[in-house]
């Protein structure tokens, strides 16, 4: 039988006695060239000078960065409270939404 353990927790997920949830995060750089609104010379200079500079830097670290994709098995109430803040932002609560 296979055991997953949760990836936030740490928790043992038994699979037979409760959900296991998997979160697939994709991320990848956004390349947004404007090429209708530049001359192609300028785009070639431009791509001239990113090569170059790319000599200098390790590629694979580049690449790593430009494209990862990561999954992580959760259990129930992790995936709560993962879905509460995907993006781990650290205040929840938004300003000025006091009662008081
Ligand atoms: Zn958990």
Redesign the pocket.
Known sequence: MITFA?D??Q?KIDSKQELRFVVSVEVEAAMDFDEEDRPDHEYLNELQELLESLDTVDCAEISDKAYQKKSYD??E??CQEYLKNPLAIEHAAPMGCSNN
């Open positions: 949760c936030r927790c928790k959760l259990c109430q992790c």
